[in-house]
């Protein structure tokens, strides 16, 4: 038992226990809506934003938690919102537009990053550095989690309407544009909340993993976004374990067990693995 708990004796474990635990469930939930929209590549589009945004704060008033966390947001805001204005002021259609414009944005905080004194902090927030959390990068995630789930939990009915049936929600006063603005919004505030434990490279990971392999075994919205939570939380803080016993880099075993979630679902899903596909497709025959 000693094994297991040893980890837990240090202060920059149990700060990053906490972290994961409220990332991933926060991700975790939020995958759901990622899911069911089907934006699963603009949510990577956005993710490579992130960078342009830490690179420009930190050049212009230094490193700190605050400026990374800032400059990431209104980057990816800035990029997503032009996007948007292009594709409706133009023939260019909005998921192209994001490509153009996310290139750009990443290729131009590489550009920055040749004029950055600090590279081997730099690295942290590229990658993730869980374990190396401060009590206000603590307090600054749980606020940002908080946010994030308040507003899905309050507003999940009008979402879930936006999202299976837009034409309805939209004959029943619901806002469907700005539903879609906020969405975005919020997914944008999961990417940047997760770059600490994952990098903004693999952060895409959290949003969509959780989700996609709960959708083998969920029956309905709520099962899946709640389903999603609960895995990406479990899986977050078990890679807090796995990478201090086998001194792995944090970041990436969260996103290779999430990765192996997602593969055991596939082949094992209750509801819709290909196992159970393939063997409805040829039963057993008995003499």
Known sequence: MSFFLEPLSYEFVQRAVWTAAVVGFTNGFL?????????????GSLSHTLLPGIALAILLVGLTTATAF???LLSAMLVGLAAVFVSRTSRIDSHSALAVLYT????????????IPTPMELEHWLFGNILALSDGDLWMSFGAATLVLVTLISLSRPLLLFLFEPTIAQSQGIPVRGLGYLLTGLVILGLVVSIQAVGCILSVAMLVAPAAAMLQFANSPLT???G?????????VAAIFVSYWLDLRVGAVIVLLLAAAVLFAYLFGVRHGILRLLLQRHPTRHP
């Open 70 to 72: 800032v400059g990431a």
């Open 104 to 115: 750009a944005a990443f290729a131009g905080g590489l550009l920055l990053l040749d004029h």
């Open 224 to 226: 899946l976004v709640w």
């Open 228 to 236: 999603g939570a609960i895995l990406g939380s479990t899986i977050s």
């Open 31 to 43: 995958s759901g809506f990622v899911v069911m929209r089907r934006s699963a590549l603009v949510v």
